[in-house]
């Protein structure tokens, strides 16, 4: 049986392979990550809820199950996160926001449920972003989980999904869940050293998770490596009866060729002009990893894009008004506890029209077009995930996002992969984003597997948590 203080760090699949062989209880590695939660919680604020009692009777039930040969799958008995978006029968849904701190779900959402099905084992919710609107994962008045790679200073932990962000980095969960509208997987997995996996829309249902954009919200895992983000890519997708999206297309297996590596492969650079504005020492982790992926066989190509990265955020229209669909009347109630720039998104979609929205749509159709001739030779398109790493909480401009190269994979329906690509000197993650074409998650995971093979980044532990 492994020290049940070194299980806190075992990435997910170590955790299921010795779970599954029986070297490892499912009571110790849930026994290990509470005990996690309970030393570093106090000043990360990662999680909303802890369930901390039911997580250790799952725990007892699936051990119970696997030693009498009954186990339900190759997850049962793994321990998982999930965002304060999705429901759980009975259990407080917030959102974000303090205005629903009592609203207690009547469903649960299909993800939950597929995971809950698998055997494993829900620890508790995270911290989010008001209604998930908003990417350097503040909250002014249910808090910001502390990013654990600063322990001294304060620094953005990424939204929407910043609870999962800083309880994945900082081993108090082995995973978990995220949600994507506009980069609210990638930018907390950008600025926490993370892998995080945006998906295409329909690949994950989104039945019974709180809404921001019916057209672009997409759940996601964020983990601790490209082949623990596939693993639970795996097990969350797949049509849902409940989620129209998701009718019609199948899962694909990304296992079967994961290890193929990238020789062959083309992969496009981000044309020189988008490196106005990006901090040098995310140029040049950048640069370093196109140069290790050529190394491994890829030809590193330049194309000609039909838009710049920051010119798509005037396609903000679909989500401004969609967030106002749902949210109007809270943000037009002026003693609602909303923090004002959330708000503001919120009340933009107010002044649309429909003919606003429709015109938007149609000019999102037209760009993805062009984007589908401009790299039809291409196998991926590769980005910084960020401009910078995570900022001081202080520093934050509230009117400028970082998504500038996160938000184009939801506004024309590819998916992508953010992962680890170096440190800066003080030692802030730095991130490389891998874009792909929709419904093309396995060749994502597979250039993203081919360079965590061939580098270490993904592997560092934040300063100051026990290793």
Request: hydrophobic share 45%; glycine share 10%; proline share 7%.
């Amino acid at each position: 049986m492994t020290d049940s203080h070194d299980l806190s760090l075992l990435t997910a699949r170590a955790l299921a392979e010795g779970i599954a062989a029986r070297r490892i209880s499912p009571v110790d590695a849930v026994e290990a990550l509470l005990a996690r939660i309970a030393a570093q919680e106090p000043k990360l604020q990662a999680f909303t809820e802890i369930f901390a009692a039911d997580a250790r009777l799952a725990a007892e039930g699936a051990e119970k199950a696997i030693r009498s040969g009954h186990a339900v799958g190759p997850l049962h008995g793994v321990p998982v996160a999930l965002k304060d978006l999705v429901d759980l029968d009975g259990r407080i849904t917030m959102g974000g926001s303090a205005a629903h701190r009592a609203r207690r779900a009547t469903r649960t959402a299909t993800v939950a449920r597929r995971l809950i099905a698998q055997g494993m084992i829900v620890l508790g919710k995270t911290h989010t972003v008001e209604f998930a609107y908003g990417g350097w994962g503040t909250n002014p008045h249910l808090g910001v989980p502390w990013n654990p790679w600063d322990a001294d200073l304060p620094r953005t932990p990424g939204g929407s999904s910043s609870g999962t962000g800083v309880a994945v980095a900082a081993r108090m969960a082995p995973w978990g869940l995220g949600t994507d509208t506009g980069g609210s997987v990638r930018l907390p997995a950008s600025f926490c050293g993370l892998t995080g996996l945006k998906v295409t829309v329909g690949r994950i249902s989104t039945h019974g998770i709180v809404p921001l954009s019916a057209t672009l919200d997409t759940p996601g895992p964020m983990a601790r490596s490209v082949e623990d983000a596939a693993l639970l890519y795996r097990a969350l997708s797949g049509p849902d009866p409940l989620d129209p999206a998701t009718r019609g297309i199948e899962p694909v297996d990304p296992f079967p060729t994961l290890n193929r590596g990238v020789r062959g492969l083309r992969l496009a650079r981000m044309p020189e002009t988008e490196r106005d504005g990006v901090d040098a020492p995310m140029l040049a982790a950048y640069d370093r990893a196109l140069d290790e992926l050529a190394r491994l066989g890829a030809e590193i190509v330049e194309i000609r894009l039909p838009f710049r990265f920051a010119d798509l955020f005037a396609l903000s229209a679909i989500t401004n008004a969609e967030a106002y669909f749902t949210n109007g009347t809270l943000a037009e109630d002026p003693a609602s506890p909303l923090g004002e720039a959330v708000r503001a998104r919120i009340l933009a979609g107010a002044k649309l029209s429909a003919q606003d929205y429709l015109a938007t749509l149609n000019r999102r159709d037209a760009m993805k077009r062009a984007l589908a001739e401009a790299w039809a030779d291409c196998d991926a398109l590769l980005t910084p995930t960020t401009e910078t790493p995570a900022i001081p909480l202080d520093a934050v401009d509230e009117a400028h996002l970082p998504s500038r190269f996160c938000r184009f994979g939801n506004l024309l329906d590819l998916c992508a992969l953010a992962l680890p690509n170096g440190y800066t000197e003080g030692g802030l993650p730095l991130s490389l984003q891998i874009v792909c074409r929709g419904y093309d998650e396995a060749m994502a995971l597979r250039i993203g597997q081919a360079f965590q093979t061939a580098t270490d980044w993904h592997l560092r532990l934040p300063p100051g948590i026990p290793g």
